[in-house]
């Protein structure tokens, strides 16, 4: 079964601290992306990226970093946690268009920053 | 720019009822891609279809039914005689062609489906 991993499902962080949120997928998926939804604002992209190395930034990404050292692992990079970053944050990998039927999403991670 | 909008926040019904779930699209792309993705309340949002701008073709698999309108810019989706497992939160999607393409959500409708 295809999946996309991301490394916690709850996660508690102090203001100011840099926190990273890990994802993994083993679709050999070339495109990954970062989403944080939000009641009432649906979901935001924050980055995403096309390829290896390759990176874009989302409609949000103030305040975020990403890296996509390997094509399976991607993930994203607070400097400086505040407490407006607490959030459900989503992962998800795609084909390119054409080829694109759809993300594979994982799971979640809620930060909570205190 | 791409826009997505889904009016309708929160629809209840009443089970085997049919509901139909809003919407509405920008883009200035000439090829795009429209979805719908489902996430129930366990939280993980699951893809249920896409659809090409050149192909206006309905679609129906089960109780689902999508209707794409060029013409008046809207995927619709419609579930017919719905379950209780159907209360979901819905989510229409846009993403443009190019391989960079950025993919836009909708705010998402909140479905109720009542015993």
């Known amino acids: 079964d295809v999946k996309v991993t991301q490394s916690s499902r709850y996660l508690v962080k102090r203001t100011g601290e840099k926190v990273f949120l890990e994802c993994v997928q083993d679709?050999?998926?070339?495109?990954m992306f970062w989403y944080r939804q939000d009641p009432g604002l649906g979901l935001r992209l924050i980055y995403f990226?096309?390829?290896?190395?390759?990176?874009e930034k989302g409609d949000i990404p103030e305040g975020y970093s990403v890296s996509r050292e390997k094509k399976e692992r991607f993930s994203l990079i607070l400097e400086s946690a505040s407490t407006n970053q607490t959030s459900m944050y989503l992962c998800?990998?795609?084909?390119?268009?054409?080829?694109?039927?759809?993300?594979?999403f994982g799971s979640g991670t809620r930060l909570t920053v205190v | 720019a791409q826009k997505v909008t889904q009016a309708q926040t929160e629809i209840s019904v009443v089970e085997k009822e049919d509901v139909t779930l809003d919407c509405v699209y920008e883009?200035?792309?000439?090829?795009?891609?429209l979805f719908w993705y489902k996430q129930p309340p366990s939280g993980e949002l699951v893809f249920l279809i896409r659809?090409?701008?050149?192909?206006?073709q309905n679609e129906i698999s089960g109780r689902y039914s999508w209707n794409f309108q060029k013409s008046t810019s809207s995927f619709n989706f419609t579930i017919t005689a719905s379950q209780v497992v159907d209360s979901a939160v819905y989510f229409c999607?846009?993403?443009?062609?190019?391989?960079?393409?950025?993919?836009?959500f909708g705010d998402g409708t909140t479905l109720t489906v009542k015993p």
């Open positions: 990226s096309y390829d290896v190395k390759m990176k």
């Open positions: 998800a990998s795609s084909l390119p268009p054409p080829e694109h039927y759809g993300y594979t």
């Open positions: 883009t200035r792309d000439t090829t795009y891609y």
């Open positions: 679709m050999d998926h070339e495109n």
């Open positions: 659809r090409n701008s050149f192909d206006e």
């Open positions: 999607a846009l993403r443009g062609h190019t391989n960079a393409g950025k993919s836009t």
